[in-house]
């Protein structure tokens, strides 16, 4: 049974992450090892200082093992780990300490960037330090001084690990223990920023200076299909252009090429860097102030400021046959406000297209560092 343990003061519940599963259900099972006594709930303190009560869950013992499990909950967070099971197996050792290990569907890094060398287990930093903080716990509770092995497993992790970034940020083989506070909130802007930021760091550290940003899969489907690349060096930025830009400054790229759909992007020639719609909504604007500018009569210029969507707005221009020239000014101004967020210290250029005309525009390096960039991923 899940109980509820607190709200967003949107009134969203929270949950509980794969780490605080996996040390719960390791203390559990730990307790159970020592003692030879079943329970079937079990408390844990996490870092952000709320405390769980979960129940345990498929427990197994023997003489030689404890086997038990904590279902995850996810809150109203949409993640695709919610109701799975996370297991611990736990054995003793003559050798004194805690021995922590994943098993079946926890992820093996393979690339470099992430917190664990390569080979190791998918398990994050804090995690592991909650799993060995809970067994040491139960441990010295029980006055036991020789070893714990522990195996933390997530048998659903392999099939699931293909709907998460884990395969694209190098984690093969099952899904990441993962958690800072231990607390899922939902729809959490940082969780969303922090993974944009890894799946740079990792590309970074693994010798690339240059990287594509794509929205979504408008931008990758045209980078794929259109422009001809499979997309490996392509890092998803959502409508977080201005932070990717910000991570790509920090990490010390050289240099980055925006591809993305025209609905998204003529707000960059605003200087507006994140692209969703209730943060800013001046695509008309846009369109109608490059349009007049070009030379748009007053009638063609309401019309566009009556649109509610690019297309029509793309469908004025064209009849107009400004266009051509409406993107060319457009343009200029993108690159302008890509270079003011970039301080000028890194190279950022645009590719902008629709689904029916195609490429619309580019800021004048982008051809340039198409190329460079698909000769660096080869």
Do not use: W
Not at 84 to 96: D, G, M, S, Y
Not at 107 to 125: F, H, M, P, Y
């Amino acid at each position: 049974m899940t109980v509820e343990i607190g709200r967003t003061k949107e009134g969203l519940r929270f949950g509980y992450t794969t780490g605080s599963c996996a040390a719960a259900v390791a203390k559990a099972a730990v307790f159970m090892l020592l003692t030879g006594t079943e329970i079937r709930q079990v408390k844990l303190m996490t870092p952000k200082g709320i405390l769980l009560y979960l129940d345990v869950e498929s427990i197994v013992r023997t003489e030689a093992f404890v086997k038990c499990a904590v279902r995850k909950y996810s809150g109203d967070d949409p993640d695709v780990t919610d109701g799975i099971l996370v297991f611990a197996k736990v054995e003793k050792t003559e050798t004194p300490g805690i021995f922590l290990e994943g098993g079946e569907g926890v992820g093996r890094v393979t690339r470099k960037g992430l917190e664990q060398s390569i080979g190791e287990a998918a398990i994050n930093k804090v995690p592991r330090e909650m799993i060995v903080k809970a067994a040491q716990e139960m441990c010295r509770e029980m006055k036991y001084t020789k070893g714990i092995q522990i195996v933390i497993s997530i048998p659903e992790g392999k099939a699931l690990a293909r709907r998460t970034f884990n395969p694209r940020l190098g984690i093969e083989g099952g899904i990441s223990v993962l958690g800072t506070s231990g607390i899922v909130e939902p729809m959490s802007e940082k969780a969303l920023t922090d993974t944009i930021y890894l799946e740079m760091k990792v590309l970074r550290e693994n010798g690339h200076k240059m990287c594509y940003l794509v929205p979504g899969n408008y931008g990758s489907d045209f980078l794929r299909e259109e422009l001809g690349y499979d997309g490996e060096l392509a890092v998803k930025c959502s409508n977080y252009i201005g932070e990717a830009l910000d991570d790509a400054l920090h990490l010390q790229m050289e240099a980055v090429l925006l591809i993305g759909h025209i609905g998204k992007f003529v707000k960059l020639a605003a200087g507006v860097m994140n692209t969703h719609s209730r943060q800013a909504d001046c695509r008309m604007e846009v369109f109608a102030s490059h349009a007049a500018v070009k030379g748009a009569d007053r009638e063609c210029v309401q019309r566009i400021m009556g649109c509610a969507v690019t297309a029509e707005a793309l469908g004025y221009l064209k009849e107009a046959k400004i266009l051509k020239s409406v993107m060319e000014s457009i343009m200029e101004r993108i690159a302008f406000h890509l270079g003011q967020r970039c301080q000028n210290r890194l190279q950022a250029e645009a590719i902008v297209f629709s689904k029916e005309e195609g490429i619309l525009g580019k800021t004048k390096g982008a051809q340039a560092l198409l190329e460079q960039i698909k000769g660096e991923g080869t």
